[in-house]
Each structure stands twice: as C-alpha cells, then as structure tokens.
C-alpha cells in the first residue's frame, strides 16, 4: 500500500457507510493486503452492531469518546494479533457499550413531577389508581413506569391502591420511607420545618430512615410519628379526630403544640408571607389553633397574640413581618 496508513477513523468510517469514495478504497485494498489486522475490524463491527441498535444512538458523541479513547492506541497494525492488542480493543468495545448503555437507561426513564404554589392544592389519580392530594409548596415527583416509588417534598395525602406485589413508598428528602400495601396516610416533610411527621387513617405502614434511626417502625391506624429533627427520635402517639390531620384538605390551617417558627412556615407556604423572628424565645413557643386559610395575617397573629405575649409589625419594604 501507499502511503496511506489504515486508522481507526478510517475503518469506523467505513463500517457506518459515512467514509469518501477514497477512504473506501483504501479500506477495501488493506483487507486484501498482508497488513490486514482482522481481528481489530471485527471488534469495531461488533461495536457498531451494538450502538447501531441503540434507539438513542445520536445523543452519544460516539466520534469524541472514541477519539478520546483511540489517542492511547498505538499506530500502526501488525499481522499478529498478541494478548495486548487483544485486550486493546476489547477496551474499546466495553468502552462504548459503556456509554452506549448509560445513554439508553437516561434516555428510556420518563421522570414526572407534579407541584404545588402558595396556598394552592392539588388532587392527582396516579396510573394504578392510587391517588395524591398536595399540599402547598410541595412537590412529588416518580418514573413513569414506577408510580408506586414516589418522591416528596412538603406534604401530601395518599389513598393508595391495593397491589400486595408491589409496595408504596414515599421518601422525603431526609431519606425517610414510608412503605404501604393499600392503605391511607399523611405525610409532612418540609425541608424547613424542624420535624418530619407522619399519620395513618387506615392499613398499615412501615417507616424505616436512612437519617434517624435503624429499625423500621410498624405504624396501625389513628397513629402519629413525629420524628424531630434535631435529634432524629420518632415520637409515636395515637390521634383522636382525623380532621386535624385532613384540616388542610378543607381549606383549614391547623396547628397543635406547634412552635411558632413551624407555624411561619406554613403561613408562609398558603399565604406567601415571611415572618422574621427577633426574639428566640417566641420562636420555640407553641400554639394549637384553627384557622380558615382566607384569614389574613394580621388576623391570625392577633388571635396568637392572646395566648402569647409578644409584639410584631410589617416591614412594608420587604414584605416581611417582624415578631418581637
């Protein structure tokens, strides 16, 4: 052959059906010449067989990971294939079913996610019947495929569908899971508030935590696990009327021996307001009470302010009001 060393540009080229009329025929005299390295053509055809398969073969930059790769292979092909060529190319293939393979398990999952804004709710009826209802400022999000796998983030209700094969289970971000066959439950997990909680109507749930604690808590209807934050210890109690759980389901803010700074939170998520605290001790006191979610805020610090000693007004420059 002339001056036209074979490369493994050349020879890809030449197996997709991309390569000039000249690189094809230089490809064509080099496998009938003595120089011809067999084995290295059939492991490039292998691996265009497998990414040509591929359904999403044009979102792999095959020509850059390839180049990349092929700058460690030496020039120059010798008749005898040796055990380092051979583990050479092996590389080469394992490499780009690598990628080949990575690319098709992103591309094939459809993730969905379904939130809420201030004070808005919503009801969702998931493909096997399970249904959602979401609070405000959350969100959840699943495979399509896998409905019954959810995330959480803030709060939400779930009836779920029965299907003893296969488990549901809700994780927040803390990495608490909740694990039902067919039941009904409440799930609280606002990254900002200082607990986690969770309420059982009917069934039976399971709670294990990658964050807090190491055995699973086995959960039966009317219970209530309170997990602190701070010092990760679930608190189980039994819970006497539903409407407190479901309050938010009605259009209701309710609290219960909740701190205040709890409280701003979610005043915060269904009344897009802020309240700064300038006082700590306010902050940590607790309050229960009831509230229609189309009261305002000044109404409501007004009815806090009877039980609680402490002062507050609005910062109108940033929105903000000021608890002292």
Partial sequence: ME????????IWAYITKSADESTRIKIENWKQSHDFDENLFNSIVKLYDVTEKN???????????????FTSVEPGYK?????????????VIVF???????AY???STHRITIETTYGEEKQITLSDGSVVWLNAVSKISYEEKSPRTIQLNGEAFFEVAKDKADPFTVETPDHVIVKALGTSFNVKAYPKNTYLETVLLTGKVEITSKTYFKEKIIMLPNDKIR???????????????????LAWREGKIRFENTTFKDIANELSNQLNVKLVF??????????????DKSTSIKNILEVLKMSKEFNYNQNKETNEWMIE
């Fill in 227 to 245: 997990i602190d934050k701070a010092d990760g210890l679930p608190l189980k109690t039994v819970i006497e009327n539903e409407q407190t759980v």
């Fill in 3 to 10: 001056d036209n060393s074979i490369q493994e540009a050349d």
């Fill in 96 to 102: 780009f079913i690598a990628i080949a393979g990575i």
């Fill in 79 to 91: 008749k005898d294939f040796n055990i380092k060529n051979y583990m050479k190319y092996a590389a």
């Fill in 105 to 107: 398990q992103n591309l």
């Fill in 278 to 291: 300038e006082n700590e001790k306010i902050a940590k006191s607790k309050f229960t009470a009831v509230f």
């Fill in 55 to 69: 359904p999403y073969e044009d979102v792999i930059d095959i020509e850059t990971a390839k180049a990349k790769f």
